[in-house]
């Protein structure tokens, strides 16, 4: 059950169908474990190879960041699949163990590692916002902010600066909605969001 709960493997459909019976969810995770189009977790060699380097940040090469921005990309399809609240364990874990290795990575592609950590913790703080964990998704926006200029990624700021927005949006708080827009498109390097340009 851990390693489902955090990701690491996918359940089965034996497991998902007795869960079900147990939670009485009426067919919904059953329903939901066989239409989900996509991995929980990296393919075995992708998975090594983020052991590896995890261990070894000096390891850190181009394929590594391809799988990294794989399985993030896998994650927000999830989002999208089973929405938010089941993945804010494993994305919080895999959002430690990129720091990790962001923390200890040298050379050229510390950098492109950067933007990716900055994604994540983006990822990760809109992932609290849509469960209601305010106070959390606007510290993950900041952290995210902080990463996107230390690394130089316009766009992933000014995304972390909308969803402050998004947030007080819901708080109803006019006036920082606002603030947060404008912020957010004189973010340097951003594109404005949709529709800003009319």
């Not at 609240?85 to 990129?98: E, F, H, I």
């Not at 230390?150 to 603030?179: E, L, N």
Request: hydrophobic residues 45%; negative net charge; aromatic residues 4%.
């Amino acid at each position: 059950m851990s390693k489902i709960a955090n990701g690491l493997k996918n359940p089965s459909a034996e497991l998902a169908e007795r869960l079900d019976d147990v939670l009485e969810a009426h067919g919904e995770l059953a329903a939901c474990r066989s239409s989900i189009p996509f991995r929980w977790s990296p393919a075995p060699e992708e998975e090594e190879r983020l052991t590896l380097i995890s261990q070894r940040p000096a390891r850190l090469d181009t394929g590594a960041l391809d799988a990294l921005a794989a399985l993030l990309a896998a994650q927000r399809r999830a989002e999208d699949a089973i929405g938010p609240t089941a993945l804010l364990g494993p994305v919080a874990s895999q959002l430690a163990a990129v720091m990790g290795i962001l923390r200890d990575a040298t050379g050229p592609l510390r950098d492109p590692l950067g933007r990716i950590a900055a994604e994540w913790t983006v990822f990760a703080g809109w992932l609290h916002a849509a469960v209601r964990q305010d106070a959390h998704a606007l510290r993950l926006f900041g952290r995210g902010e902080e990463l996107a200029d230390d690394y130089d990624d316009g766009t992933i700021g000014t995304a972390a600066t909308s969803f402050r927005g998004y947030v007080a949006r819901r708080q109803g708080r006019p006036r920082a909605v606002v603030r947060a827009a404008m912020a957010a498109m004189a973010t340097p390097g951003g594109r404005p969001p949709i529709g800003a340009e009319e």
